[in-house]
């Protein structure tokens, strides 16, 4: 069984940065593929970003230029590095990870971008 725990989330004024870690527990294939996705109130869930074992990255347009997603294989945890933080990007972002054919889900954790 995999676990996914969150973290780094909060309130950031705009312009602000903020770094979020997730950290994978359990039966991990070498192969698989970790991420992030998020959900603003009312709206349905959205990648942000992901990276695959083998160092492939994916990012969403509206966060290109911004986000940095990161991994350290041997904690098996992913950070997404965001910067020039927007009030759009309010959401709760969840930590995703495909592994051995199922999709597995954090938590989440709230970011808030407000004044």
């Known amino acids: 069984q995999v676990q996914l725990v969150e973290s780094g989330g909060g309130l950031v004024q705009p312009g602000g940065s903020l770094r979020l870690s997730c950290a994978a527990s359990?039966?991990?294939?070498?192969?698989?593929?970790m991420g992030w996705y998020r959900q603003a109130p009312g709206k349905q869930r959205d990648l942000v970003a992901t990276i695959t074992s083998g160092g492939s990255i994916n990012y969403a347009d509206s966060v290109k230029g911004r986000f940095t997603i990161s991994r350290d294989s041997a904690k098996n945890t992913v950070y997404l590095q965001m910067n020039s933080l927007k009030p759009e990007d309010t959401a709760v972002y969840y930590c995703n990870l495909y592994n051995a054919g199922r999709i597995n889900w954090g938590k989440g954790t709230l970011v808030t971008v407000s004044s």
């Open positions: 359990g039966s991990i294939f070498s192969i698989h593929v």
